[in-house]
């Protein structure tokens, strides 16, 4: 158990629909990432909050957002869903911003859209 | 492709065998993490090397640098069925700690 909770575990939504994915850091890591991982693509960075603040972006669609919140734990909004959208969606965290940092991951939200 | 290579994409071995798989990236990292991903599973961190290491060794699981080839190695000794799984090599690039990650390598393990 790495500690990086998330929720739901499983979602079946429909195309064009729009879901929200959650995740709690380990104890005390301030900073949160999150990954989509799908067949074609591979494992993919979306974006990086620290301690409530974006620092990086990666290939995240104009669709997709996502916050940190005081509490620290972070949510992944994905809206307009389209079939191309299922995929795992994986949640890391890390105590701190700088590289070196050992990243834990989740177990992973698994999104299905039909 | 901003990911790195990572080769073999798959490797079958038998129980007790050694397990070798290489990653090879382009750019300039300041630190290099292995993770196993069983079949759906989440990603579970092995091993990190710092871009001023040159090897780890964690258990079974041995971890080699070499920056001037831009390319790390993980062996796994004496293998397990349990081992099964894929490895991903994910680098540290930039200022902001997060990692890109490669395709991976997909280990089995025969009993």
């Known amino acids: 158990d790495s500690g990086v909770t998330q929720t739901p575990k499983h979602l079946i939504t429909a195309t064009g629909q729009r879901v929200t994915l959650r995740c709690s850091p380990r104890?005390?890591?301030?900073?949160v990432y999150w990954y989509q991982q799908s067949l074609d693509q591979g494992l993919q960075f979306l974006i990086h909050y620290y301690n409530g603040e974006e620092r990086a972006k990666g290939n995240i669609l104009e669709r997709f957002s996502a916050q940190q919140f005081p509490d620290l734990h972070s949510e992944l909004n994905l809206s307009s869903l389209e079939l191309g959208d299922s995929a795992l969606y994986f949640c890391?965290?890390?105590?701190?911003?700088?590289?070196?940092?050992?990243?834990?991951f989740g177990e992973g939200s698994w999104l299905t859209v039909v | 492709s901003q990911q790195g290579e990572e080769d073999p994409q798959a490797l079958s071995i038998q129980e007790g065998e050694n397990a070798t798989m290489n990653c090879s990236y382009k750019?300039?990292?300041?630190?290099l993490q292995w993770y196993r991903q069983n079949s759906g599973r989440g990603l579970v961190h092995l091993i990190l090397i710092r871009s001023n290491e040159r090897e780890k060794h964690s258990g079974r699981l041995r971890v080699t640098l070499d920056t001037s080839k831009k390319s790390s190695s993980l062996l796994i000794t004496a293998s397990r069925a349990a081992d099964t799984a894929s490895y991903f090599c994910?680098?540290?690039?930039?200022?902001?700690?997060?990692?890109?990650f490669g395709k991976g390598t997909k280990l089995s393990v025969k009993p």
């Open positions: 104890s005390g890591d301030l900073s």
């Open positions: 890391a965290s890390s105590a701190e911003t700088y590289p070196g940092n050992t990243i834990y």
């Open positions: 994910a680098r540290g690039e930039g200022s902001q700690g997060n990692l890109i």
């Open positions: 750019t300039s990292i300041n630190n």
